[in-house]
C-alpha cells in the first residue's frame, strides 16, 4: 500500500508560482470560466453577509464571489498571486485579501458562506479532517459550505477531489452538522453544497 502523501506546503505554491504566475490559467481557461458559472449558480442566495473564500489564489473568482457577498474574507497558503488579487480587487472595499496558512491559521469570526474550491485535495487526511471541524466550527447555523474540485487523480496531490467531498458527505449521516443540499457532477470536477444544521 503506498505511504500517504503529506499535506502540500507554502514551499510547493511557491515554486508554483514562481514557474507561472497564472499556473492554473484562472483568467483564460474555458473550464475554469464554465466552473466559476456554476459555482455561483449553486448558491441559493442573491446576498450572503459574511463569506470565506480559501484558496483565493490570483483573486478571479473572488471578483466575482464579491457582488455576492457583503464582506468577504479571501485568503492562500503563498503570498506571491495575493499581489495580483489585491489589484483585482482594488476598488473594492468589502473584500479583504490575507496570507493565511489553514488550518494552522483560521480567522476568528463566523461566516454565512465558506467556500473551498480546489483546495481539499492538497490537505492530507488528517489535516483535512482539522479542516473540515474548523469550517464547520466557523459556520453560522443555517450557513452554508460549497465545496468544488477537480475530480481526476493527480499523482502528487494527498487526495482527490471525490475523498474531500466524500469525507464532507460523512458529516451528513447520522446526526451529523451538516445537511446536503445541492450536487452537481460535471466531466472533470464535482460540486457540493452543504448548510450547517441548526443548533439544538
Not at 442566495?45 to 468577504?72: D, H, N, P
Not at 483585482?88 to 491559521?105: G, K, Q
Not at 480567522?107 to 454565512?112: G, H, K, Q, S, V
Request: with cysteine; net charge negative; aromatic share 10%.
Amino acid at each position: 500500500m503506498p505511504t500517504p502523501l503529506p499535506s502540500l506546503d507554502k514551499t510547493y505554491f511557491d515554486a508554483v508560482y514562481q514557474a507561472n504566475a497564472d499556473p492554473w490559467s484562472f483568467s483564460s481557461s474555458v473550464y475554469e470560466q464554465e466552473k466559476y458559472r456554476d459555482t455561483l449558480a449553486a448558491l441559493p442566495k442573491s446576498q450572503y453577509q459574511s463569506a470565506f473564500e480559501i484558496g483565493c489564489s490570483i483573486g478571479v473568482l473572488t471578483e466575482q464571489l464579491a457582488a455576492r457577498c457583503q464582506q468577504l474574507l479571501a485568503v492562500d497558503a503563498s503570498e506571491l498571486p495575493l499581489e495580483a488579487a489585491r489589484k483585482r480587487l482594488a476598488n473594492n472595499p468589502d473584500v479583504t485579501i490575507r496570507l493565511m496558512r489553514i488550518p494552522d491559521e483560521f480567522p476568528a469570526n463566523t461566516f454565512d458562506l465558506i467556500l473551498l474550491s480546489e483546495v481539499g485535495y492538497y490537505f492530507a487526511l488528517p489535516d483535512l479532517a482539522r479542516v473540515r471541524q474548523l469550517l464547520i466550527d466557523h459556520l453560522i447555523p443555517g450557513g452554508q459550505l460549497l465545496l468544488v474540485h477537480w475530480t481526476p487523480f493527480v499523482h502528487d496531490y494527498p487526495l482527490t477531489g471525490d475523498q474531500v467531498h466524500d469525507f464532507f458527505m460523512e458529516c451528513t449521516q447520522s446526526g451529523g452538522p451538516l445537511a446536503h443540499l445541492t450536487h452537481k457532477r460535471a466531466a472533470t470536477y464535482r460540486l457540493d453544497l452543504f448548510q450547517k444544521k441548526a443548533e439544538t
